[in-house]
């Protein structure tokens, strides 16, 4: 319970701190909060918050988002067969195209393979199968977290 260097006030102030966040939790600032880390968390490690390792219809060459399209979404890598990660910062997704990826677009791309334009992304883009929340999360963080 005593927290370490909060001395005697602390003991008193600690826990009714705790209790405000857990309050304020209550109202909402969590989930969303958990949300945007989450989509983080599958981006980088290919790992969800529950440590659970997503999947694809075939096994993925790499097992996290990051491992093929870098850990700032820049892309570029060269892969087996040809194919190069593509830049996923919201420059290239939203900017600098004719159709600008929206969330349910890159939903779209991630888990069936479809781009933007309505064609069929290069097979070593997994078609990745995903829970309904950690394909939003990870589109989320696609979307507005790649600057
Ligand atoms: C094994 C490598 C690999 C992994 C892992 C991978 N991708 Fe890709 N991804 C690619 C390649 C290659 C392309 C480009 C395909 C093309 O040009 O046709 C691509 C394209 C995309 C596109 C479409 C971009 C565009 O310009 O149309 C999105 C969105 C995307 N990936 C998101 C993700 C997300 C999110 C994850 C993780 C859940 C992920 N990718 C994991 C290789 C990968």
């Known amino acids: 319970m005593h927290k370490a260097g909060f001395g005697q006030v602390g003991a008193i102030v600690g826990p009714v701190i705790a209790l405000g966040l857990l309050l304020n939790a209550g109202a909402g600032a969590a989930p969303s909060t958990t949300f945007a880390v989450n989509g983080r968390s599958i981006f980088q490690s290919g790992k969800d918050l529950s440590g ?15 491992g093929c399209h870098r850990s700032n979404g820049s892309g570029g890598v060269h892969l087996p067969g040809g194919a190069v990660s593509a830049d996923l910062r919201h420059a290239a997704l939203v900017k600098k195209q004719k159709r600008p990826y929206t969330m349910a677009l890159i939903e779209r791309a991630i888990s069936t393979g479809i781009d933007n334009e309505g064609k069929p992304l290069d097979p070593v883009m997994p078609r990745w199968r995903l829970s309904r929340s950690d394909l939003h999360a990870v589109a989320y963080y696609v979307y507005r977290e790649l600057k």
């Open 52 to 66: 659970v390792q997503i999947v694809a219809r075939k096994p993925p060459l790499f097992r996290s988002c990051a």
